[in-house]
């Protein structure tokens, strides 16, 4: 597990493909506004996700093309009810991807024990604020203290380094850049920060009121010292050592500091669309192939060709600092982050 294999999966830009994030649902129990409205409703009809067969599926197509690593999210991944099963699944594929998983955590009281048994060894579980108060106006639920129950049961379970990733939105959560840090080293927590990206579909995104990457370094460099690690490879995330280290700090400048000159992703949304990225406005249609009349070879054939067409389509970057930039029209829930 974890060996490189070679990718057939490269694009006009020479980057080759080995990463896909796979949306199991765009169901969530939190309402990040970053990331949804609070009062979205506009849900897939169930019977338009993949069903776990379909899914297993189109996975091992993607592993055969060399893809090796594989992050489950949402939506809320952990409300798909045969998850354990999905994970114990891609696990048992024969040469198997590096699975991850990114959760709210609110269920991994219950769940780490039984995901880490079925084959889930990393875990990122998405925190933005030690208030309760701040906790329920970011989310539009009062879950903080489930979400505290979740990492210590992904510690406990053994799903370590557990990965914490924040989002900071001006005037709301800004002035916890340092005490999330404090928190994560008392915690033995490796914590990213996310810069906010436009994918809210409720249109809150304002460049002008956005945390960037420097002004995250600033803050944290007025209460430690921060050096950078060196390796990067195709990680979103700019890693810094803190005082000298071992632990380490991560920002994620999607916006200010893009990276896709390095990207290696390809996301699958739940319902079965295949992305060149989060930003991209065309989606291949899986789903179809899969409940078509084609024999299964054919089917599997037709898949391959669709994960070349995607990866040959993908454009050179997200495009969100030109000005013709258009959001997508799904939010991120549905997209799959
Ligand atoms: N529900 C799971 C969770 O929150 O971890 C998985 C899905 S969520 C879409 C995946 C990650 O995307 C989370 O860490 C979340 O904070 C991040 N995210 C959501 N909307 C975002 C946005 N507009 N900009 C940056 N990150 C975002
Ligand atoms: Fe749900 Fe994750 Fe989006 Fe928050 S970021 S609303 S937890 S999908």
Redesign the pocket.
């Given at each position: 597990m974890g060996e490189q294999r070679m990718t057939q999966l490269v694009d006009t830009y020479g980057r080759g493909h080995r990463d896909l994030r796979v949306s199991l649902t765009d169901r969530?129990n939190l309402r990040?506004t970053?990331?949804m409205p609070h009062d979205f409703a506009a849900w897939l009809p169930s019977d338009e996700l993949l069903t776990t067969d379909e899914l297993i599926s189109i996975i091992k197509v993607g592993v055969s093309q060399g893809i090796d690593e594989i992050r489950l999210?949402?939506?809320?991944?952990l409300l798909r009810p045969d998850i354990v099963e999905i994970v114990s699944r891609i696990s048992a594929i024969e040469n198997p991807p590096i699975l991850s998983m990114?959760?709210?955590g609110l269920a991994l009281a219950k769940l780490a024990t039984p995901l880490f048994d079925a084959g889930l060894r990393r875990i990122?579980i998405?925190l933005d604020t030690l208030d309760r108060e701040v906790f329920k106006k970011m989310t539009y639920r009062d879950r903080l203290d489930d979400v505290f129950a979740g990492i210590q049961a992904a510690k406990d379970a053994g799903l370590l380094p557990v990965k914490i990733?924040a989002?900071l939105l001006r005037g709301i959560n800004d002035g916890e850049v340092t005490s999330l840090l404090d928190w994560a080293l008392a915690e033995d927590l490796n914590l990213r920060f996310?810069?906010?990206?436009p994918?809210?579909a409720g249109g809150i995104?304002n460049r002008a009121e956005l945390i960037t990457a420097d002004e995250i370094f600033e803050q944290l460099s007025s209460k430690y010292k921060l050096s950078p690690v060196d390796y990067r490879g195709s990680s979103p995330a700019e890693e810094f050592l803190i005082d000298g280290g071992p632990a380490t700090v991560g920002i994620i400048g999607?916006v200010s500091r893009p990276f896709c000159g390095a990207c290696d992703r390809i996301r699958l949304t739940s319902d079965g669309q295949l992305r060149s990225c989060l930003f991209s406005m065309k989606e291949t249609d899986l789903r179809g192939i899969l409940r078509s009349d084609l024999s299964e070879e054919e089917k599997i054939e037709a898949l391959i060709s669709k994960f070349h067409v995607t990866v040959k389509d993908k454009l050179p970057g997200h495009g969100i600092n030109d000005p013709s930039f258009i959001q997508p029209s799904r939010p991120?829930?549905a997209i799959g982050?």
């Open positions: 969530c990040c970053y990331c999210t949402g939506g809320e991944p990114t959760t709210n990122n998405s990733n989002v996310i810069e906010q990206m994918l809210d995104w999607s991120m829930s982050g």
